[in-house]
């Protein structure tokens, strides 16, 4: 990886901004490394009393606070100084003002934002977080804007991304914290997608395309919906207000700007559409599965890998917490950790909270739709967006009883809503974590579950008193004669039935197996009640079968062997796939391809041949299954299968293949293995030696800074980190999604012994520190593509020992 334009050691002295340098070493007379730790102390206006805050050698910040005041503004002030740029994208994505950045190409971004903005009372929904909701989440904002007047009175200490966009960051308010543009929010895209395919091939053939279960679900679409209009555009402002920021160098100033000659301006291409690569691991064991007879809790929450890193780690302690561990940088509290009593985590439960109704309009007045046969006079709520270079943009956003209407066919006399349930009030994504972060016990932590509405999550504990649990979380409606798979009229026949409480989603405790796992498969039981409010789509249950096979082998389990299972790349698709290969008749480098997989062990390891040879071969028989078996009518339509329904044709050839279905199956796989070893003879030479996966060429991790793409090629190369070889894919315990380049997977990861909490163990790469010319920019990413971990420390004396810095903050 090459940052030498910023990462020297000026680094060293970025913590020493509030002193004059020169004081410093005046008054210390020694040389500090970044290792070591130095004490300083510090005005700082808007505390009530002093604050401590020890930052250790892998860029946590422990903070300690005397009231839960200061405890949450500091919060917000050291993670607004580690993570401004993020912070200030971060705001502008949550208020809809983007475009006065970046211009007109922004427009539809910021006016989906106000579209769905929640527009409730305040003041619940701030409460519905924390019984203190409200004070906490003002503490954490107005220390997230103290240290921005602080960077604004010195320009110069600024992230670079700042100047090279000719910007300043901007105050923050408490309505910043919960906008909910970047949760795991439903299924509005797949929803729209079911209901186009329905239309283009049927019913039948739609249900045996998708693997839909445990139930099956309704996919009629209702007679009143003309089914010819409905496409991809009505979702627009939706997509527009949920796609991640890109940068051109249009934006930048022309002294850190890419030349047009060398500018790039389409995003970098996958080689597979990843679309359920979005996961997560977790389990949780009872005492008589640990060899130090204590329970234990592991997580790695697997999104998209970015620089910053999505998660940001901090230890908070005041009276009344003690709590450390992980969460998105911009919310206050942790979501995923340990305070003294418990451990917990989650993963994506899907729950379906959203749908899309069409309407009929008044042609004599198109701002009104036909509801219960008669006409309805939609909500209008006009505003202002400011657009870099032109004049305010003035917006009417429309509204129907059902929520925001994304689209108005004028033409036909139709529009278009979403109804979210995550606008109901508690609907920003892991605040309610506040209440976990004070639980004491499984039946508090159950209960603060009941209010953790966004997103659908797995919610597992493990306690020091010897108790492991599961709770699913997440708003979920009710639908009593609908799916939520697809479009559906407005006119009052398809409606919501309330919502399922969440303390009866599943839930379980203290298993007789003796753990609980979850890895976004379903995971509900056969004899559950409330099936009208569970979804039908899950993720591949590969992941979680392995971690179910290797946790039910009935052994006692060590710290050092639970990570080795967050980090496993066995590939049981590899497992049921391999053998089907070994009586094809293949020629050339297909035929030695083939036999170099014949003594195997189906792992996928970074230097491994096999691995190579076989991934190529897995994903030319998902992209020629794809080919095959979507009719051309829905091509264009349905994006992709998922490789559970592909192993189930291949494994059961009379499903798909027709008369004489085994071999026409093996004649399938045979091409699909050619094709396979003919794009890596093409892509990386004829030599089989040289087909390791994990290369620059074909597996490994490379973490494109935003800005990279749009200034000069020396910023970016001290932006970017990598490329460094990974192992593993999509389907793999330790995942690391389907492309070559990995782009999604687990950044952020804890494992966590409630015997002794100084044990915990833990990864977020690259850095805690999102300014590039910070010690921990970059410090986490090498070992995190080694597969390692840093310690977690808990006790003060731990910490102590592995501090690089200490301040005292005082109150001005």
Not at 72 to 97: C, N, S, V
Not at 340 to 362: I, K, P, S
Not at 424 to 447: C, H, I, N, V
Not at 522 to 551: C, F, M, Q
Request: some cysteine.
């Amino acid at each position: 990886m090459t940052r030498s334009a910023y990462c020297n050691s000026s680094s060293v002295f970025e913590y020493f901004r509030v002193l004059p340098i020169l004081m410093f070493f005046i008054i210390s007379g020694i040389f500090l490394s970044c290792k070591s730790s130095p004490s300083e102390q510090v005005l700082l206006e808007g505390l009530q009393e002093p604050v401590e805050i020890v930052r250790d050698q892998w860029g946590i910040n422990h903070i300690y606070a005397n009231n839960e005041h200061d405890l949450f503004f500091a919060q917000g002030y050291a993670a607004a100084k580690d993570r401004l740029f993020q912070f200030e994208i971060w705001r502008r994505q949550a208020t809809g003002t983007v475009a006065e950045i970046l211009g007109e190409r922004e427009l539809k971004r910021d006016i989906g934002t106000r579209l769905f903005k929640y527009r409730g009372d305040l003041t619940r929904e701030f409460n519905h977080y924390h019984d203190r909701g409200q004070e906490i989440i003002t503490a954490y904002t107005d220390g997230v804007n103290a240290y921005i007047e602080e960077a604004l009175d010195n320009p110069d200490s600024l992230p670079i991304e700042f100047k090279m966009l000719n910007i300043l960051p901007e105050k923050w308010t408490p309505e910043v914290v919960i906008s909910r543009h970047q949760g795991l929010l439903g299924n509005i895209g797949a929803e729209l997608e079911i209901g186009m395919a329905v239309d283009k091939i049927g019913v039948n053939a739609v249900k045996d395309l998708y693997w839909f279960h445990p139930k099956d679900p309704i996919l009629e679409m209702d007679p009143a919906i003309n089914t010819s209009l409905l496409s991809e555009e009505i979702l627009d402002l939706y997509f527009a207000y949920r796609r991640p920021v890109r940068f051109l160098p249009e934006d930048i100033d022309p002294a850190y700007r890419r030349s047009v000659a060398t500018a790039f301006f389409e995003d970098e291409q996958v080689d597979v559409y990843d679309s359920l690569s979005i996961g997560s691991n977790n389990w949780v064991l009872s005492e008589s599965m640990t060899t130090d007879g204590h329970t234990l809790m592991a997580n790695d929450p697997h999104r998209t890998i970015a620089v910053p890193s999505l998660r940001y780690m901090t230890h908070l302690v005041a009276p009344g917490w003690n709590v450390i561990g992980g969460g998105e940088p911009e919310i206050p509290g942790i979501s995923i950790g340990h305070n003294e009593f418990g451990a917990w985590g989650l993963t994506v439960f899907r729950t379906d909270g959203e749908d899309l109704y069409v309407y009929d309009l008044n042609p004599e007045n198109l701002n009104e739709y036909r509801y219960q046969g008669k006409w309805e006079t939609m909500e209008t709520i006009s505003e202002s967006i400011p657009v870099k270079g032109r004049q305010a943009e003035e917006v009417r956003l429309n509204y129907t009883r059902h929520g925001p209407v994304a689209f108005v066919d004028s033409l036909n006399n139709k529009a278009y809503a979403v109804r979210c349930a995550w606008l109901e009030p508690g609907g920003s994504p892991y605040l309610a974590s506040l209440r976990m972060d004070q639980a004491k016990t499984w039946e508090e932590f159950r209960e603060a579950c009941n209010y953790s509405n966004i997103p659908g999550e797995n919610m597992i504990w493990a306690d020091t008193e010897g108790n492991i649990g599961w709770q699913a979380v997440g708003i979920a409606p009710v639908r009593r004669n609908f799916s939520g798979l697809v479009p559906v009229p407005g006119d009052g026949r398809y409606e919501w039935d309330g919502y399922l409480p969440i303390i009866e989603k599943p839930h379980e405790v203290n298993p007789e197996r003796g753990y609980i796992a979850t890895a976004n498969q379903n995971v509900t039981p056969d004899d559950y009640e409330h099936w009208d409010a569970i979804g039908y789509s899950w993720s591949d249950p590969y992941r979680g079968d392995r971690i179910e096979k290797v946790l039910s082998s009935g052994k006692k389990f060590t710290m050092q062997e639970m990570q080795a299972l967050q980090v496993d790349y066995v590939s049981l698709p590899a497992r049921m796939l391999v053998p089907l290969l070994s009586g094809l008749e293949l020629e050339g480098k297909s035929a030695e391809a083939k036999q170099r997989l014949e003594k195997w062990d189906y792992q996928l390891l970074p230097g491994s041949v096999e691995a190579g040879i076989y991934v190529a071969f897995e994903k030319e028989l998902k992209r020629m299954a794809e080919e095959r078996f979507i009719p051309s009518k829905a091509k264009g339509v349905i994006e992709d299968l998922q490789m559970k329904r592909v192993i189930d044709w291949m494994l059961n050839p009379d499903q798909k293949f027709g008369l004489r279905a085994k071999e026409a199956r093996d004649e399938f796989l045979a091409k699909a293995f050619s094709s396979g070893i003919e794009l890596l003879q093409k892509d990386l030479g004829d030599k089989i030696e040289d087909w390791k996966y994990g290369q620059a060429k074909y597996k490994h991790t490379f973490m494109t800074h935003p800005l990279a793409k749009a200034v000069n090629q020396s910023w970016a190369d001290s932006l970017n980190l990598g490329p460094l070889p990974r192992g593993g894919n999509g389907y793999t315990p330790g995942s690391t999604g389907n492309n070559n380049r990995q782009s999604s997977g687990a950044s952020f990861r804890m494992i966590v012994s409630t015997g002794d909490w100084d044990e915990a163990v833990g990864t977020n790469s690259p850095g805690q520190s999102g300014d590039p010319k910070s010690a921990f920019y970059d410090n986490l990413f090498e070992p995190w593509a080694k597969d390692k971990y840093f310690p977690v420390y808990f006790s003060r004396k731990k910490i102590d020992s592995v501090a690089a810095e200490k301040v005292t903050y005082i109150p001005e």
